[in-house]
């Protein structure tokens, strides 16, 4: 055998070139002055004699050798089921590939393979899937747009250009359903984001759709998304839903614009005439209530100047009844005094004295008053009795 301890110095199969004494090995002094090369066979009994020296009775014939040998090995795979779960992502442990369990960040030991395996999905990092558009590297061009995604009947029978976005991650409660239940979650995701939002965009007028109602979009197109995913088990949480373009069709996008345009003008001038009546029918009603009001004010005033002069009628004829002579003479003198008070008078003696001089106590209050004196100082406004 070639692992044989033989006493000569040069057996073997090789042989043994050079001088009778035998060469050194590389793990002696080096090469022989000579020349000649090392003895192979050398090396190998010599690394024989080393390795007897760390087994057990000296030889690997023994069946306690053999047995050490294979615990060491055994040894050395159960070792190899350490493994490291980052602050990010989250371990799911398999044996004979069934799911045992999910373990979280640190130094973790799960059966090495073939028997155990451990696959660490990350939890943290969002993907974003584009629907309707391939986005550029380039800055400088512009997106791709994918028509056989991005057009979508709307309610109103409209075809509508919708490109938008899809964020998403694994769920950290639910990574095992990911691992297990999701083959290819970029083209899962996206179908069901898609059918998602034809669904949505099918309920809804395109005017709407294009102006006023693209955020309750995008949050009702993330609650189906989520939902579907959630009932196929995909373990899979759905951040955004942004809408990235909304717009008509390119070859009938200048007939919107117009529409689109006219209607902004009749929405402008129906808040112009809106405006005008709110301005208007406050004043016409102000005025009007103030109309009623002093229309009522008059009514009042009459029925109480009536109710006055009927009460001051039934007086005095109350009082006509106890002295008629007295009560017909203060009437005429009343009467007189009302009817004379307000015209010019001259008195005229009734003896041919001729006219009879008077005070005008009147036209003297009144003077500092007027501009011009009256040019017959006789003459005056009123009566003095």
């Keep these: 055998m070639p692992w044989s301890n033989q006493s000569g110095g040069g057996g073997g199969p090789w042989g043994q070139r050079g001088g009778s004494g035998g060469g050194k090995s590389p793990w002696g002094s080096g090469p022989q002055d000579n020349g000649t090369p090392p003895d192979l066979e050398d090396i190998l009994r010599r690394g024989q004699d080393r390795l007897k020296d760390f087994i057990p009775g000296g030889s690997f014939g023994g069946g306690k050798g053999i047995l050490l040998l294979g615990l060491a090995v055994v040894g050395v795979w159960l070792l190899t089921g350490f493994y490291t779960v980052r602050p990010n992502e989250v371990g799911i442990n398999m044996l004979f590939g069934k799911y045992t369990g999910s373990s979280g960040e640190g130094l973790r030991y799960n059966l090495p393979y073939p028997i155990g395996q451990v696959k660490k999905p990350d939890v943290t990092r969002q993907e974003r899937i584009e629907v309707g558009y391939r986005s550029s ?12 995604e991005s057009l979508m009947l709307t309610g109103d029978e409209n075809i509508v250009d919708i490109d938008f976005d899809v964020v998403w991650q694994v769920n950290p409660a639910r990574a095992q359903d990911f691992v297990f239940n999701l083959q290819n979650p970029q083209g899962t995701i996206k179908a069901v984001a898609e059918s998602a939002m034809r669904e949505v965009i099918g309920r809804r007028a395109i005017q709407a759709i294009l102006t006023t109602e693209q955020a309750s979009i995008a949050q009702e197109v993330r609650q189906i998304t989520q939902n579907t995913l959630d009932s196929y088990g995909a373990g899979v949480l759905i951040n955004v839903v942004q809408l990235q373009a909304a717009q008509p069709p390119a070859d009938v996008r200048p007939a919107f614009v117009d529409v689109n345009a006219a209607q902004q003008d009749a929405v402008r001038v129906q808040n112009q005439a809106e405006t005008f ?16 009001q002093q229309a ?9 100047d009536a109710n006055g002069q009927a009460a001051r009628f039934s007086k005095v004829y109350e009082e006509y009844r106890k002295a008629p002579d007295i009560i017909r003479e203060r009437i005429f003198l009343e009467t007189m005094e009302r009817v004379f008070g307000e015209v010019p008078k001259i008195i005229v003696d009734q003896n041919g004295q001729g006219v009879v001089p008077f005070l005008p106590l009147n036209e003297l209050q009144r003077r500092p008053q007027a501009t011009n004196p009256p040019a017959n100082p006789q003459t005056s406004q009123g009566a003095t009795r």
């Design 296 to 304: 009522e004010g008059y009514r009042e005033q009459s029925v109480a």
């Design 137 to 148: 590297q380039n800055t400088q061009s512009r997106n791709r747009d994918v028509l056989e």
């Design 277 to 292: 009546a709110s301005q208007v029918v406050p004043e016409a009603r102000g005025e009007a209530s103030r109309t009623v």
